[in-house]
């Protein structure tokens, strides 16, 4: 059985105290590796790796040579593209369609991204007056936090932990990245990728394990850390500013959501089902973006349920591996519990179920997977739990309006505000409706189309600060004000 170790100081180690956990497959329920499970000892080590690389070999290279090594990165994920791939698609069991398009080039990019990024920002500068006539010029510098500690989710696992070590090694930091326990083995893996292409030891650190009483809790303990970012629920997200509370830490925080779709009738329908269907099942429906509630305006809302109802029984669940298959297993059938959990309440609640609701049939050999059926209700409550709790499942409740200020005063009524999708082919409702929604990121009639300048994050309960572009810059950077007296 194949073990994977933490990554300290360039060199995979085991865990002193030999504890281990199980890596599964969610699609069948195997076991596909060991997993070692650091430690305060271990975490200690990449704490103090990470710290001398920033004061040694890290810190002192200039912005070209450090930007042309994590183009080296980016281009070491490229050649071990199906490594990384078959990876991803074991530690979560999505389809190796998704991944191939979305989270191993986004991997990529990452690195690519964030490392020309920091070459073309300007710093800001100010001219002043004096009472003596000569005059004064302020200017700013940025300069690298210091040691990152970078704490990442299981449903994009390369994608979501690259999007922040990306812009943090660019603006020159180290990292001690914890990756979520369900998949360690792509972090594990871009060690590999970090060492060849020549980013010095203690650059990027990975210690594996769970968050409460574990590894995740033993790094935001760690007082030196200097700042943390997290992907993850809102509840992680609370612990783990009150960890970094402590020695007064930056976080910057992207949590969870109940993210709503709006769709007007004068919507072009093909594309607010195609974006609609996308949006609810991709990803087995764990994408933080996804949408689990639907308003459709009423005088389309039978023919749009009908549709969506139409899109989710097509779609073809299967493993990783079937070519054919474009929907894969929830992450656990730990998951997999909560989930039924919602589908249940759901019914106890009296919704309609049309279409799904359950555990699909599944062959002898894939029945130990974490499977469940997309699912679409309509005829709940707004303050059902279903309607107003991420569910993180692939799921939604559809719900008619009858005018533009219900449907914003909906879409606004949770304590929520990640993303948003709006779909109207009318161009001046579409900015008048953009406007009033309250989240981070608003799609009108697309859904998760990225660019990596733009800002990045949510409102309300579903984050503090935004990433992306010159923002990420923003985080892992300080920025130092210098006033010369001319
Ligand atoms: N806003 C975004 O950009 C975004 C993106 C992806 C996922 N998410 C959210 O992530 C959640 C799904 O991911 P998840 O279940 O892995 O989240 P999670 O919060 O359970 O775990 C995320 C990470 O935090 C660690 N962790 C847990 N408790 C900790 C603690 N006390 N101290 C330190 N670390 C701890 C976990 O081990 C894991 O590595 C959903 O809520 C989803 O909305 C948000
Ligand atoms: O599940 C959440 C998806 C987040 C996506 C990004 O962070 C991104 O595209 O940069």
Redesign the pocket.
């Known amino acids: 059985m194949k073990d994977i170790k933490h990554f300290i100081n360039g060199e995979y180690v085991g865990s002193a105290s030999g504890k281990t956990f199980d890596n599964v497959n969610p699609a069948n329920g195997r076991v596909l590796s060991r997993v070692h499970e650091a430690g305060r000892e271990e975490v200690n080590a990449a704490v103090n790796a990470a710290r001398a690389a920033f004061n040694g070999p890290w810190g002192r290279m200039t912005v070209d040579q450090r930007t042309e090594i994590l183009h080296k990165v980016a281009d070491g994920i490229n050649a071990r593209f199906e490594e990384f791939l078959d990876a991803e698609c074991q530690d979560t069991g999505k389809p190796r369609s998704l991944a191939s398009h979305i989270d191993i080039p986004r991997g990529a990019a990452n690195f690519k991204v964030f490392a020309d990024l920091i070459k073309n920002v300007p710093a800001e500068s100010f001219e002043m007056p004096t009472p003596d006539g000569t005059g004064a010029l302020n200017y700013g510098i940025r300069r690298p936090k210091g040691v990152i500690g970078v704490?990442?989710?299981?449903?994009?696992p390369l994608l979501?932990m690259t999007w922040k070590v990306g812009p943090a090694l660019a603006c020159g930091n180290t990292v001690v990245v914890?990756?979520?326990?369900?998949t360690p083995t792509t972090t594990a893996l871009l060690g590999e990728v970090m060492k060849a292409a020549g980013v010095p030891d203690g650059v990027y650190n990975v210690v594996h394990g769970?968050?409460?009483n574990s590894a995740?809790?033993f790094?935001?303990e760690h007082p030196d850390v200097d700042a943390f970012t997290?992907?993850?629920?809102?509840?992680?997200?609370e612990?783990?500013m009150k960890?970094a509370a402590k020695g007064v830490r930056q976080v910057s925080l992207?949590?969870?959501?109940k993210n709503a779709g709006i769709v007007f009738a004068d919507c072009d329908m093909d594309k607010a089902i195609e974006g609609t269907l996308r949006s609810v099942f991709a990803n087995c429906g764990?994408?933080?973006?996804g949408t689990e509630r639907v308003y459709v305006e009423r005088s389309i809302f039978d023919e749009f349920v009908a549709r969506l109802k139409a899109g989710a029984e097509s779609l073809v669940i299967g493993p990783p591996d079937d070519e054919t298959s474009n929907f894969g297993p929830l992450i656990s059938l730990k998951h997999r519990e909560k989930v039924l959990s919602y589908y249940q309440k759901a019914i106890d609640e009296g919704a309609t179920v049309i279409t799904g609701g359950g555990v699909p049939d599944m062959p002898a050999e894939l029945a130990h997977g974490a499977w469940v059926q997309p699912t679409i209700w309509t005829g709940l409550k707004d303050d059902s739990p279903v309607v107003t709790e991420?569910i993180?499942g692939p799921c939604c409740h559809i719900r008619p309006f009858d005018s533009e200020a219900e449907a914003v005063q909906l879409a606004n009524s949770l304590p929520y505000g990640?993303a948003s999708a709006i779909w109207t082919e009318n161009v001046t409702r579409a900015h008048r409706v953009a406007a009033q929604v309250e989240a981070g990121i608003v799609w009108v009639n697309s859904w998760f189309l990225r660019d990596l300048r733009t800002s990045?994050?949510?409102s309300k309960q579903?984050?503090i600060g935004r990433e992306g572009g010159v923002h990420s810059l923003e985080f892992y950077t300080e920025l130092k004000n210098i006033c010369i007296k001319l």
């Open positions: 704490i990442s989710p299981w449903n994009l979501l914890k990756p979520s326990e369900e769970f968050g409460g995740g809790a790094l935001t997290f992907t993850g629920e809102t509840g992680t997200g612990t783990i960890a992207e949590l969870g959501g764990q994408v933080c973006l991420e993180f990640l990045f994050g949510g579903s984050g």
